[in-house]
């Protein structure tokens, strides 16, 4: 099998020591399943931390003999420190529902937490990121590494409510093996991701004092140009240039909706469809 595109891990072996996968959850029945199917053989403990999901996502996550616990939702960052608090392993892999891990990465993150003698607090992980299920080889999501094992004590998340990061000092090393990324299932998807995560970040922007009509022109002009040529999304055919197309629109609303500080976030107003009627045409 491809090892881009990972089932259930078999041959390795269920008692990996010290380590801990932790996972934040809500409505995530779609994909929590083949994300636990890949780190359970290699986990002592899985902790899954629900804020609420009306489907089948807590029955999911106790069938591979995860604890789960139910909270309210504080953000992204105070939940997973929430998560990590429950953990009690000396290594955490910190992983979402909708990423998968391959088997050599498996097969590395158990010789890591064996070894007595890792001097590293932190591993950075190679990501595969994909788009209706095809691999985005080039552009903005491709390339990327981030630290999602580490040494328990060693490390906290930042208290974003989004795009939360890990805090914690070196030594790093890079490991080989990926973690596959199912960013989004289906365009529908991508279309309400990009209204939905542009409405947090509009908030730090505000913030800061930024956003408004022309900077949502020039960044989100920058973006594409950046991910579609720069980056060469256009290597990826069609699938480079529907991922050039929301990473835009992404940005684009993010600097639009951070403009109109004086109306609440979650109405969509008229001036606001307007304008992003000059975009439809090149951004769907």
């Excluded at 289906?186 to 900077?215: C, D, F, I, M, V």
Aim: charged share 25%; with cysteine.
């Amino acid at each position: 099998m491809d090892s881009t595109c990972p089932g259930p891990i078999e041959g390795l072996s269920v008692c990996a020591p010290k380590l801990t996968a932790i996972v934040i959850a809500r409505d995530e029945e779609h994909c929590l399943a083949r994300c636990l199917e890949t780190v359970a053989p290699i986990a002592d403990e899985l902790i899954v931390l629900d804020s609420g999901s009306t489907d089948d996502t807590v029955a999911i996550a106790r069938s591979f003999g995860a604890r789960v616990e139910v909270t309210d939702w504080p953000g992204y960052g105070a939940q997973k420190n929430r998560a990590l608090a429950l953990a009690r392993s000396e290594w955490i892999l910190s992983i979402d529902a909708d990423e998968r891990v391959t088997r050599e990465l498996a097969a590395e993150i158990q010789t890591v937490v064996k070894s007595p003698a890792s001097e590293m607090n932190g591993y950075r992980i190679p990501f595969l990121a994909t788009w209706c299920g095809r691999p985005v080889r080039f552009g903005d999501w491709a390339h990327t590494r981030h630290l999602r094992l580490f040494r328990r004590g060693a490390a906290t998340f930042s208290q974003d409510f989004v795009h939360e990061r890990i805090i914690c000092p070196g030594p790093h090393d890079v490991l080989a093996g990926l973690i596959v990324h199912d960013t989004v299932a289906t365009e529908a998807e991508a279309r309400e991701k990009s209204w939905r995560y542009a409405e947090l970040n509009a908030q730090r922007l505000r913030e800061r004092g930024r956003g408004g009509l022309l900077p949502a022109l020039t960044h989100s002009a920058w973006t594409f140009v950046r991910g579609y040529l720069l980056r060469r999304g256009f290597c990826d055919g069609s699938t480079g240039w529907k991922v050039a197309c929301a990473c835009t629109r992404g940005t684009w609303l993010r600097y639009l909706l951070a403009g109109r500080h004086h109306r609440p976030r979650h109405r969509r107003s008229r001036a606001v469809a307007a304008a992003l009627g000059v975009f439809a045409l090149f951004l769907t």
